[in-house]
């Protein structure tokens, strides 16, 4: 299966960093940061106006993320979801970031 057969799984979202970064390491020394992102803006959907919010969890792996992270700051992530499974019951979809930028915040 050649990269064109694979389908786009891309996504940029902006929003407010809601929770207190967690980080850990990876066995590979890895830092993993995970937080959540919370989204609001307004969308057109069939020609009008549509108030949209949503909450998402970030995963951030590397260090060259971690000056943009912190609880409060506006941001904008670039990445890939996928499926996140716990305890083999609860599935969620987890944004994957591969490139975070900070925001002046709109106040």
Known sequence: MNDSDKGANRLTLSGEVISDPKKRTSPAGIIITRFTLEHESIQQEA??????NCRIVVVACGDEFQQHIGKGKAIEVQGFLSYESRDKIETRLVLHAQHIKELKHQD
Do not use: F, W, Y
């Not at 020609?47 to 949209?52: S, T, Y």
């Open 47 to 52: 020609g009008n106006d549509k108030k949209v």
